[in-house]
């Protein structure tokens, strides 16, 4: 009978070793912007959103009311902080609301 290592390993850290060794990072990053923008944003504001993107450090956000995207114009310096800290990394440096 073989002997058993008993290492013990967290879900975490092993589901993070997977991302990177198949190079899945890009696309884990966008579901977590989507989520974190729902979630710092609120209902109020996800309902009018129609999607959101980050392309190259610049977060596209498409929303169907206009009052509100010029709302958000003018708290996008906060908007920017907020979605990196959450995210915990420098990933957005600017904000198109479109």
Known sequence: MAKRENDSFL???????FIKENNLSKGMQK???EETWAKLMGQGVAGYTTSVK???????????SSVLREELTYGKEKIIKMMNEEMGENII???ILA
Do not use: P
């Open 11 to 17: 879900v975490k850290d092993l589901m993070q070793i």
């Open 31 to 33: 579901i977590k912007i």
């Open 54 to 64: 980050l392309q190259n450090k610049t977060l596209v956000v498409q929303l169907s």
């Open 93 to 95: 440096s600017k904000i």
